[in-house]
């Protein structure tokens, strides 16, 4: 498949008429869905928009490519725009972005559509290439332009094929990793740039990706063995435990497209600490990721989510048929919902526990203690030691894995083999489930009364809960803070008591709601580029996805903060005062038809909260000079 099948003459803006990088997102994603290749454009932009969240995806060199892989898409496709006069896309290197590729590939996209989308990356890091774009005139002039480029990429790879590649001597090897979340631009943009600076450098050079179509180029043991250090330019995790003993240089992925020659000469001169496997919780990247037991929560929380949402629905849309309908021993039994029940309940969230701990161990000890802590997790969960055990046992395994590989360390070599298939599962299952074994009984105990003190709560007691849990939400905005309230309302739900989730969800969508209605009455108190991001923070609250809110706290911490943190403690009191209830863990706005209770009073807790934020923001602020 070829460049030119996915990117047509209607998707092609020759002059943007924007002027700014949230209008530039809005006029391509208009166009994708002007030219019928959405499902669902508020739904794409919104991931587009996430995934600038992460990090931004201008470039350098003039170039942004916003990017994102959603079942909003109908069919796979690339927009173009150009601005001549350049456009602040908040670039790697600080420079307006002139060339604006806009990619949209779908949830099921074929490898064909996720190769071609990383050989557009590829090509844009032609200096040529770049020029002959900013001449064009006409959207076929564009097309043909692609064309001879993709013509000329795929003979100089051919011919590099067929000739032999002779190492010279003196030359050191090194070896590189890149990764990015959407494995679409970035991962190959970084490997192309070390490449082609290796090869100017006259370094023995082989870079392995970890893209949308899985792992490609894959280094082998006796290149690790041989490399003199290793390059590892991700923003999500790869797999690490290869690389003990060697010189490991661990950066974010952009740093491999901005200082390839920089990273290459620190991994010439073996610049760089050595990695040991078995301390992998003090391993920490040099762009600044979080590690120890935040990173690990944080690793098996978001494995777990899909199975704690997609069964929280099916358990709140088998309420619709009536409370008890799921009972067979109920006289308003019906089976739809024992069906949904089933599903949900009996299987989903029966998973549930058992993810988070296995995702936990893995991410301490890497793939040996994912079966440790699986295992661990559903001794917690049949023992009914619930959130609180499979944390527990997610942490226990991690850490004993660890343990028994450093036990191990000292055995010949011609035990390798054996260590991840015999070794370290058996001890590892061993250890944790004996520990586990003892503990399960005791931390029941623990949930149980946590429970029932929960279930004890006067309505006074309640709304105090619900008014630090609601404020919690919005003090670090997606922070470790607020990840340990929803870690705990997650927690909650599995215990059966869905009250205070619904203050949590409530809470953590009024900051964005609060700010973007803030900058819709208050004009004169935000600039033009907060009064636009404000639009977006109106979906991004919706959606309850809190970090919208970010930018202006960052701007003006002082006065929005403490204006957040009061309007979602009044949110989260007021969902408690309800009687609110909420078995599905995410979703915003779209799992309210699924709240116990009622849900007008839902929606009302959440608007009191909206507004008591606006309205502290614009008596708080300054206006704008």
């Known amino acids: 498949m070829r460049i030119t099948d996915l990117l047509k003459k209607d998707t092609v803006i020759i002059e943007l008429s924007s002027s700014s990088k949230l209008e530039v997102i809005d006029e391509l994603v208009s166009k994708l869905d002007e030219a019928g290749r959405l499902q669902d454009k508020e739904q794409y932009k919104e991931a587009i928009l996430t995934r600038e969240s992460q990090s931004t995806t201008g470039i350098g060199e003039g170039i942004a490519i916003p990017h994102a892989k959603t079942a909003a898409v109908k069919t796979p496709a690339i927009a173009f725009g150009r601005s001549t006069n350049g456009i ?33 990356s590829s090509l844009l890091m032609d200096t040529g290439f770049r020029e002959k774009l900013m001449q064009v005139q006409t959207p076929d002039e564009l097309i043909d332009v692609i064309n001879e480029k993709e013509n000329e990429s795929e003979e100089n790879e ?31 943009m970084a490997a192309d740039s070390l490449k082609a600076k290796a090869k100017e450098m006259n370094i023995d050079f082989k870079v392995e990706t970890n893209g949308s179509t899985g792992v490609k180029n894959a280094l082998t043991q006796a290149e690790i063995d041989e490399a003199v250090a290793i390059i590892v330019a991700a923003d999500k995790q790869v797999e690490m435990a290869r690389f003990n003993g060697k010189k490991v240089i661990q950066v974010p992925v952009a740093q491999g497209i901005r200082n390839p020659e920089e990273l290459l000469s620190r991994a010439i001169n073996q610049d760089a600490p050595t990695y040991h496997a078995q301390a992998t ?23 777990m989510l899909p199975f704690v949402v997609g069964g929280g629905l099916l358990i709140a849309i ?38 988070l701990a296995g995702f936990i161990a893995m991410s301490i000890a890497d793939r040996p203690g994912l079966a440790p802590g699986m295992i661990g997790g559903l001794m917690a969960t049949t023992g009914g030691a619930g959130f609180l055990g499979g944390l527990i046992a997610g942490f226990l395994a991690g850490y004993v894995v660890l343990l028994v590989k450093k036990i191990f360390s000292g055995l010949p070599s011609s035990f390798e083999g054996l260590k991840p298939v015999l070794i370290y599962p058996f001890f590892g299952i061993l250890i944790t489930g004996i520990i586990m074994y ?9 949930m149980d009364g946590l429970t029932g003190w929960l279930e004890g709560l006067g309505t006074g007691n309640l709304v105090v809960l619900g008014l630090i849990l609601g404020g919690m939400m ?38 964005p709601l609060g700010l973007a209605l803030a900058t819709t009455l208050f004009k004169n108190k935000f600039t033009k580029q907060e009064r636009e991001a404000g639009k977006t923070a109106y979906f991004m609250g919706a959606s309850f996805i809190t970090e919208g809110a970010i930018p202006f706290a960052a701007a003006d911490p002082g006065r929005v903060i403490p204006s957040a943190v009061i309007g979602s403690a ?46 502290l923001v614009g008596f708080l602020k300054k206006p704008i000079k």
């Open 88 to 120: 602040d896309y908040e670039s790697l290197d600080g420079q307006p972005s002139h060339l604006f590729f806009m990619i949209a590939a779908s949830e099921g996209a074929n490898n064909a559509h996720l190769e071609t989308l990383s050989r557009l």
């Open 438 to 446: 003892v503990l399960v009984g005791p931390l029941k105990s623990v």
């Open 158 to 188: 051919s011919e590099e094929k067929e000739a032999p590649v002779e190492k010279k001597e003196g030359q050191q090897k090194v070896l590189a990793v890149t990764a990015c979340p959407t494995g679409i631009a970035h991962t190959y």
């Open 281 to 303: 919780t003090k391993q920490k990247s040099e762009g600044g990721e979080r590690s120890g037991f935040y990173k690990h929560l944080m690793n098996g929380v978001s494995n």
């Open 318 to 355: 088998s309420f619709i048929f009536g409370i008890h309908a799921s009972d067979p021993n109920d006289p308003s039994y019906n089976p739809i919902a024992g069906a949904l029940m089933t599903i949900g309940s009996a299987n989903a969230f029966q998973l549930m526990i058992p993810v």
């Open 474 to 511: 919005s003090i670090d905005m997606g922070g470790p803070i607020n990840k340990a309230a929803f870690t705990f309302g997650i927690a909650m739900i599995d215990a059966g008591n869905y009250a205070p989730h619904a203050a949590i969800m409530a809470g953590g969508m009024t900051p």
């Open 570 to 615: 009044v949110t989260g009191a007021l969902t408690m005062l309800f009687g609110i209830g909420l078995p599905a863990p995410h979703g915003g706005i779209f799992v309210i038809p699924f709240v116990s209770g009622s849900w007008v009073l839902y929606v009302l807790a959440i608007i009191i909260g909206t507004v008591v934020t606006a309205l």
